[in-house]
């Protein structure tokens, strides 16, 4: 089974500080996402990344930046967390290839829910 | 850019048929997907269907697909206490070489006993 882990399941966070959130995925996927989920408005994409230290801007990348250093690992960064971050993050793998079905199926991590004050 | 539509609640007694609705922009999606969301965890793809077919069943669900009006729909047979949970609909989006997805705002289904 695909396994996408994320660090943390909460996090609270101060105005300022400089905050990570780290993916992890054990299934040799090229492709990784970052979004973010908030009431009412679905899933919005922040940035993905389709091969290491490659990335591109989602929908909403203002505010943040990604690292990609290794296939498995993708890194969301928030330099200066603002209260309007204050929401639930997901992160997300596929293949880019379209596999044995072409499908291209997103497996997602649990979410870490990051709370700025 | 590519727009995907739900309505945000839906509640139906324990035993009924639950029907979610989702309309998409983007013509040529090769590939639409429904994903379940249960409280407190990530998304899990639910079901999905090819832009070449009208209908696919899967035990309890339903998925039917009407291109023309590019309206897409769950069906769930028997609802189950345990069905609910937010259910997002996406399309595959094709303008671009990436194989991102566009997700709709999400549907929150309530089965009450």
């Known amino acids: 089974d695909v396994k996408v882990t994320q660090s943390s399941r909460y996090l609270v966070k101060r105005t300022g500080e400089k905050v990570f959130l780290e993916c992890v995925q054990d299934?040799?996927?090229?492709?990784m996402f970052w979004y973010r989920q908030d009431p009412g408005l679905g899933l919005r994409l922040i940035y993905f990344?389709?091969?290491?230290?490659?990335?591109e801007k989602g929908d909403i990348p203002e505010g943040y930046s990604v690292s990609r250093e290794k296939k498995e690992r993708f890194s969301l960064i928030l330099e200066s967390a603002s209260t309007n971050q204050t929401s639930m993050y997901l992160c997300?793998?596929?293949?880019?290839?379209?596999?044995?079905?072409?499908?291209?199926?997103?497996?997602f991590g649990p979410g870490t829910r990051l709370t700025v004050t | 850019g590519e727009d995907v539509e739900q309505s945000l609640f839906l509640s139906v007694r324990e035993g009924d048929s639950s029907v979610i609705n989702c309309t998409y922009t983007d013509s040529s999606s090769t590939y639409l997907y429904w994903y379940k969301q249960e409280p407190g965890a990530g998304l899990q793809l639910l079901t999905y269907i090819f832009s070449n077919m009208d209908m696919k069943q899967d035990q309890r669900l339903t998925v039917l697909l009407n291109k023309k009006d590019k309206h897409l729909s769950l069906r769930i047979a028997d609802t189950q206490t345990g069905d609910s949970a937010i259910y997002f609909c996406a399309e595959r989006e094709t303008n671009t070489g990436f194989q991102k997805l566009v997700f709709g705002t999400g549907t929150r289904l309530l089965v009450s006993p």
């Open positions: 299934m040799d996927h090229e492709n």
């Open positions: 990344s389709y091969d290491v230290k490659m990335k």
């Open positions: 997300a793998s596929s293949l880019r290839t379209a596999g044995t079905r072409g499908r291209h199926e997103q497996y």
